[in-house]
């Protein structure tokens, strides 16, 4: 997946893993340009965070528009009236001679995560806020919570200048943002999501692959610690283990639909082998893990069908996308026919031969 | 038996041949390398999957003592196994005696195993002591280990299987229904070859 992800350190010139990295180093692809701290449900700068704030399902990871970032980024220009952390120090602390202190401890405290363009822009506020009337007001939802508090203890605590984040019951952090309430829910459903998860891993982590006889999750390599699940039976091998037997060669003497198709196991016939992290419990699980696998190649353009230059042997039933250059899918259409002894059976191939041009 | 082994191996053959034949362009040589990788990777696989089993039958001897798997000292890829021939058989009270050979695509590809004792069996080569099973052929099942090879032919050695036969002769008796004469045949090659000699 991520291997079509351009490479945010490719994109800026100097990616030190070279061919070994697991972002794409092809100009083609899109960059991920999706805020992680969103995803989360605590991203301290609100919508004035140059990433998108938008929720990613995981069919889709990349949301490629250049466009759209750019408009999103002139926006927020607009939009930016003064750095919430000023107004919020005057408010909170009266004396002048701290004010000044604090101020500057937190600007320097924020300063250098934001993008040069803005900082520039802060400056030029500031100025016009000693100079003539500007909003002092900032709603609630948009003042950032202290990013300390967020990830676990804040060393200022009652002291801090920053909205401390109500606490999260699943991970124990002050993260809850007290007025953002979709982002509350969001980061509540990532906690739970998360638990599971590392529940499941930690099941996981005693399976064994009857193959190589070894903990699949204690594999040496990355590529190799993955799960791989027959389609119809629920027996557990390493990915690499089942790959490299389904594609052993018939030549050795094997029977390719009933030895080497078939689970080592049970010998039940299976179609096809799906690549996972983990292993699941339930029947629903391994139907989740079948689905968003199924839906992660269909977004991939099938080699064979080649954008319509060539044929695709597995034809409709293909897991991946048979579209044209044009964007435009490939048209599914089931001829029946009528065979001779009264059964219908379906018609594969049918090439339509234009023969209204030359009439 | 290390990883290193391998490499070495290559890197003094390879050292050999820059010797002898000095002319020969580097090309070839880095070629042979890169067929060499390939294939010590499969080697590093099978090697440690029998590594694995051999531990699990140094654990695990006591559990099943009808087989006695032994690696042979200096090739992994070289076992030998002493299984006792299973009751109410003809094969009852022989100890006999099994060669493994594996192939380095192991567990890809099946363990060739033979008879080194004598046994009279429809199913079992009487002079190469080959073993007619399906499990050792087209139904082979990565998932099996040399201890339930093993198994099988135990299994095997109790319901003969007259219809595919290897030994003609003793195929036929069972075929024609002389239950009988292939016991008796059975039982006295059990005693001339796989029982301890009296006195």
Known sequence: ?359 | MSPFYDWICQFYVLQDECLTKSFKPVLVSVCFEFSGASSSKIMQASRARLFKEYKEVQREKAVDPDIQLVCDDSNIYKWTALIKGPSETPYEGGVFQLAFSIPEQYPLLPPQVRFLTKIFHPNVHFKTGEICLDILKNAWSPAWTLQSVCRAIIALMAHPEPDSPLNCDSGNLLRSGDVRGYRSMARMYTRLAAMPKKG
Not at chain 1, 68 to 73: F, R, Y
Not at chain 1, 307 to 317: A, D, E, I, V
Request: hydrophobic share 30%; net charge neutral.
């Open chain 1, 1 to 359: 997946m991520s291997k079509r992800i351009l490479c945010k350190f490719f994109l800026h010139g100097a990616c030190l893993k070279g061919e070994y990295c697991e972002f794409s180093h092809d100009w083609q692809d899109q960059p991920n340009n999706i805020c992680t701290f969103y995803q989360k449900g605590v991203c301290s700068y609100g919508n004035r965070c140059r990433y998108d704030h938008v929720k990613v399902s995981r069919q889709q990871t990349s949301r490629p528009s250049s466009l759209n970032t750019a408009s999103h980024v002139t926006s927020d220009f607009h939009q930016v009236t003064l750095p919430p952390v000023v107004s919020l120090t005057r408010e909170y602390n009266p004396e002048p001679s701290t004010s000044v202190d604090v101020s500057a401890m937190s600007l320097a405290h924020t300063l250098p995560c934001k993008p040069a363009w803005t900082k520039a822009f802060e400056v030029d506020t500031s100025l016009n806020d000693e100079s003539g009337p500007c909003p002092t007001y900032v709603s609630p939802a948009d003042q950032p919570i202290c990013s300390f508090a967020a990830s676990g203890k804040c060393p200022r605590g009652d002291r801090c200048p920053h909205i401390h984040g109500d606490l999260c019951s699943i991970c124990g952090k002050h993260c809850l943002h007290p007025f953002r309430p979709d982002e509350r829910e969001e980061h509540i459903k990532m906690c739970h999501k998360n638990n599971k998860h590392l529940e499941a891993l930690k099941c996981s982590q005693e399976i064994e692959c009857s193959v190589c006889l070894e903990h699949v999750l204690s594999k040496p390599t990355a590529a190799e610690r993955k799960f791989g699940l027959l389609s119809e039976c629920d027996h557990p091998f390493c990915i690499s283990c089942i790959r490299n037997w389904r594609s052993n060669s018939p030549a050795s003497g094997m029977d390719v639909n009933s030895a080497l198709r078939a689970c080592p196991i049970c010998r039940k016939l299976s179609y096809f082998v799906i690549p996972s992290v983990i292993w699941y419990s339930t029947k629903e699980e391994k139907q989740e893990i079948v689905d968003s696998y199924k839906i992660k190649l269909k977004s991939i353009d099938c080699k064979y069908f080649d954008f319509g230059n060539g044929t695709c042997p597995f034809g409709t039933s293909c897991f991946y996308k048979h579209a044209y250059r044009d964007g435009r899918l490939e048209e599914v259409v089931l001829r029946h026919l009528d065979a001779e002894d009264g059964s219908t059976i379906i018609a594969k191939d049918i090439r339509f031969v234009s023969g209204f041009e030359g009439g």
